[in-house]
């Protein structure tokens, strides 16, 4: 035993007990009960029966009241101290105790801890200032529990904070309305587990198990549809997000894309430029389909006159031959039957003629003797039988001899012409177009091209492209061939009277031993003979141009007419002789 200074919690049966004691005013730190103090009347008027009385210096096992024999009104709470006088309690007669002492001894005050188990029938008592919910219905009378005797124990840390005030008076919950309190050696199941001793004022008691219409099962349920339910939204957002994005990306908006866009002009053009060029000549500028037993080809021409001639390349009409047919087709795209007039192998140059159409554009001439190496030139023609192509470059070279055709092996119909060279685009198709300068004016008819993989030779013959080497006839040739064409039918070439050593290998034109039949190689009476020209003379100039070939000697002397006087210069024996000459005439082929 101590020496009573500290209070000890005892639990100890009641029965022949004339009344309970009141707990005394607690005021001590922690650990300290309330001491219970002999013949002081307890918080109701009838006391409840004891087996033996407490000794006065022993505490109460508990502050509250023993439970009434009669029930109480179902729906009045419990009184606390200080609230005016209460109910009567019924008494219950004597008898031994309920149930066996309690082995926990655990405190009245409070409900115990976490580390404790829950005594088999006593109730925890509410924190002070809990009001206790109304019973549903009264209790049966029930005998009375009696503390048993047990030892004493140390005292135990409440969760509850400690009573400090001597009127409010602790009772027991009997853990519902309707609920029976525990006979003698019966164990119930304790409701001190629901009990919330920090809710509401006036809320009732927590319920076994979860409350109504929140199990476990249906809450999963619920939940994973909720959740189903958002997934679901989430992928239908962010498929349309992604749609509206795509589409926002791809068109930049979501209304019509218009474009800026320049306003519509009138098609005006500068005289000079490539597409003035074209607009002027292009009214002018036919394709020929040419047929014949053998062959067939397509080249272009252009007009000369408002009767219907037009000009073009030898070449490009003689797979007609004499009895084939050719066929001429505008810009506009109208057609026409066209009539050979004349042609001439030597010049590559012939002209034709459409019947029955009116309103023709004559193409104007230039003078090709005006034009400089750089000029700018518009070429323009039907390659590959694209009709009304459109070319530019300049003027590369002018007096470039070249020879063009020879497919006979007879020399009949090989060409010489002292071209002017350009780098606009000229492929097989262009033969016959004109090439104009920049006032629309044709200053030479393109006729060759250098191939790349013949070296030489015309369109027909050749199957590369153009590698920026064309070539054409200057227009002051050709307009003086087209004219004989047209009056004549006919071309006449100028001549000197020689017959030259074509396997020369030296430098310069020589002229041979021996002419055709074994004739003399210059001929008798002709502007050679007349000049003093000699067999075995090597000429090496004309009009002070230098001449490395016989080809070249041709070419010079055709890029002239007949009558002209020419001066030339040639070595004789080592000597250097300058003569001068007038040009013969010649029939051509």
Same mark, same amino acid.
């Given at each position: 035993?101590?020496?009573?200074?500290?209070?000890?919690?005892?639990?100890?049966?009641?029965?022949?007990?004339?009344?309970?004691?009141?707990?005394?005013?607690?005021?001590?730190?922690?650990?300290?009960?309330?001491?219970?103090?002999?013949?002081?009347?307890?918080?109701?008027?009838?006391?409840?029966?004891?087996?033996?009385?407490?000794?006065?210096?022993?505490?109460?096992?508990?502050?509250?009241?023993?439970?009434?024999?009669?029930?109480?009104?179902?729906?009045?709470?419990?009184?606390?101290?200080?609230?005016?006088?209460? !109910?009567?309690?019924?008494?219950?007669?004597? %008898?031994?105790?309920?149930?066996?002492?309690?082995?926990?001894?655990?405190?009245?005050?409070?409900?115990?801890?976490?580390?404790?188990?829950?005594?088999?029938?006593?109730?925890?008592?509410?924190?002070? +200032?809990?009001?206790?919910?109304? $019973?549903?219905?009264?209790?049966?009378? =029930?005998?009375?529990?009696?503390?048993?005797?047990?030892?004493?124990?140390?005292? $135990?840390?409440?969760?509850?904070?400690?009573?400090?005030?001597?009127? =409010?008076?602790?009772?027991?919950?009997?853990?519902?309305?309707?609920?029976?309190?525990?006979?003698?050696?019966?164990?119930?199941?304790?409701?001190?587990?629901?009990?919330?001793?920090?809710?509401?004022?006036?809320?009732?008691?927590?319920?076994?198990?979860?409350?109504? %219409?929140?199990?476990?099962?249906?809450?999963?349920?619920?939940?994973?549809?909720?959740?189903?339910?958002?997934?679901?939204?989430?992928?239908?957002?962010?498929?349309?997000?992604?749609?509206?994005?795509?589409?926002?990306?791809?068109?930049? %908006?979501?209304?019509?894309? !218009?474009?800026?866009?320049?306003?519509?002009?009138?098609?005006?053009?500068?005289?000079?430029?490539?597409?003035? &060029?074209?607009?002027?000549?292009?009214?002018?500028?036919?394709?020929?389909?040419?047929?014949?037993?053998? @062959?067939?080809?397509?080249?272009?021409?252009?007009?000369?006159?408002?009767?219907?001639?037009?000009?073009?390349?030898?070449?490009?009409?003689?797979?007609?031959?004499?009895?084939?047919?050719?066929?001429?087709?505008?810009? #506009?795209?109208?057609?026409?039957?066209?009539?050979?007039?004349?042609?001439?192998?030597?010049?590559?140059?012939?002209?034709?003629?459409?019947?029955?159409?009116?309103?023709?554009?004559?193409?104007?001439?230039?003078?090709?003797?005006?034009?400089?190496?750089?000029?700018?030139?518009?070429? &323009?023609?039907?390659?590959?039988?694209?009709?009304?192509?459109?070319?530019?470059?300049?003027?590369?070279?002018?007096?470039?001899?070249?020879?063009?055709?020879?497919?006979?092996?007879?020399?009949?119909?090989?060409?010489?012409?002292?071209?002017? $060279?350009?780098?606009?685009?000229?492929?097989?198709?262009?033969?016959? %177009?004109?090439?104009?300068?920049?006032?629309?004016?044709?200053? +030479?008819?393109?006729?060759?091209?250098?191939?790349?993989?013949?070296?030489?030779?015309?369109?027909?013959?050749?199957?590369?492209?153009?590698?920026?080497?064309?070539?054409?006839?200057?227009?002051? $040739?050709?307009?003086?061939?087209?004219? @004989?064409?047209?009056?004549?039918?006919?071309?006449?070439?100028?001549?000197?009277?020689?017959?030259?050593?074509?396997?020369?290998?030296?430098?310069?034109?020589?002229?041979?031993?021996?002419?055709?039949?074994?004739?003399?190689?210059?001929?008798?009476?002709?502007?050679?003979?007349?000049?003093?020209?000699?067999?075995?003379?090597?000429?090496?100039?004309?009009?002070? =141009?230098?001449?490395?070939?016989? @080809?070249?000697?041709?070419?010079?002397?055709?890029?002239?007419?007949?009558?002209?006087?020419?001066?030339?210069?040639?070595?004789?024996?080592?000597? !250097?002789? #300058?003569?001068?000459?007038?040009?013969?005439?010649?029939?051509?082929?």
């Amino acid at each position: 035993m101590d020496d009573g200074r500290q209070a000890k919690w005892w639990s100890r049966p009641a029965t022949g007990r004339p009344g309970r004691d009141e707990p005394e005013n607690r005021a001590g730190g922690e650990g300290d009960a309330p001491s219970l103090r002999p013949d002081t009347p307890g918080p109701t008027d009838t006391t409840a029966p004891t087996d033996s009385p407490a000794p006065t210096d022993s505490p109460a096992p508990t502050d509250s009241p023993a439970p009434t024999d009669s029930p109480a009104p179902a729906n009045s709470p419990a009184p606390l101290a200080g609230q005016g006088p209460q !109910e009567p309690a019924l008494s219950r007669p004597a %008898g031994p105790p309920l149930h066996e002492p309690d082995v926990y001894s655990t405190p009245p005050y409070g409900g115990p801890g976490p580390w404790a188990p829950a005594p088999p029938v006593q109730r925890p008592t509410p924190a002070h +200032g809990t009001p206790v919910p109304p $019973q549903a219905a009264p209790l049966p009378p =029930q005998p009375s529990p009696v503390l048993s005797q047990a030892t004493p124990v140390p005292p $135990q840390t409440s969760p509850v904070p400690p009573q400090t005030s001597p009127e =409010q008076a602790p009772y027991v919950t009997t853990g519902g309305a309707g609920v029976p309190l525990a006979g003698p050696g019966e164990q119930r199941t304790s409701q001190w587990l629901q009990y919330d001793p920090w809710g509401a004022p006036g809320q009732p008691l927590t319920q076994v198990g979860p409350p109504a %219409g929140t199990e476990p099962g249906s809450r999963k349920n619920r939940r994973g549809g909720a959740f189903a339910g958002m997934l679901l939204l989430a992928l239908v957002a962010s498929g349309i997000g992604g749609g509206v994005g795509a589409y926002v990306e791809r068109t930049g %908006g979501l209304t019509t894309v !218009e474009l800026p866009q320049a306003s519509h002009d009138n098609g005006d053009r500068a005289p000079e430029s490539v597409a003035g &060029i074209a607009a002027s000549a292009l009214p002018s500028v036919v394709t020929l389909h040419v047929s014949g037993t053998a @062959e067939s080809g397509t080249g272009t021409g252009f007009v000369l006159d408002a009767r219907g001639h037009i000009l073009t390349n030898n070449h490009v009409v003689a797979p007609a031959g004499s009895s084939g047919d050719i066929t001429v087709t505008f810009s #506009s795209g109208e057609t026409a039957a066209a009539e050979l007039v004349g042609k001439d192998s030597g010049y590559d140059l012939a002209v034709v003629r459409v019947k029955g159409v009116s309103g023709l554009k004559p193409l104007p001439l230039g003078n090709s003797d005006n034009v400089r190496v750089g000029d700018p030139v518009v070429a &323009i023609g039907a390659p590959f039988d694209l009709s009304n192509t459109v070319t530019s470059g300049i003027i590369s070279a002018k007096q470039r001899p070249i020879t063009a055709g020879g497919e006979k092996g007879d020399g009949s119909d090989i060409s010489y012409v002292d071209a002017l $060279q350009t780098d606009a685009p000229i492929n097989p198709g262009n033969s016959g %177009g004109p090439l104009v300068d920049t006032q629309a004016h044709v200053i +030479g008819i393109n006729s060759a091209i250098r191939a790349a993989d013949s070296g030489k030779g015309t369109e027909r013959g050749g199957q590369s492209g153009s590698i920026g080497l064309g070539f054409a006839i200057p227009i002051n $040739q050709g307009k003086r061939v087209a004219e @004989e064409l047209i009056n004549t039918g006919k071309a006449t070439h100028p001549v000197i009277g020689v017959t030259l050593d074509m396997k020369f290998t030296g430098d310069g034109a020589k002229v041979g031993e021996k002419g055709p039949e074994d004739g003399p190689a210059v001929t008798k009476g002709g502007p050679a003979a007349k000049a003093g020209i000699r067999s075995g003379d090597v000429i090496t100039e004309v009009q002070g =141009q230098r001449v490395h070939s016989g @080809e070249e000697l041709i070419v010079k002397i055709r890029a002239h007419r007949p009558g002209d006087r020419l001066e030339l210069r040639l070595t004789r024996g080592g000597e !250097e002789r #300058s003569v001068t000459l007038t040009l013969g005439s010649a029939s051509g082929t």
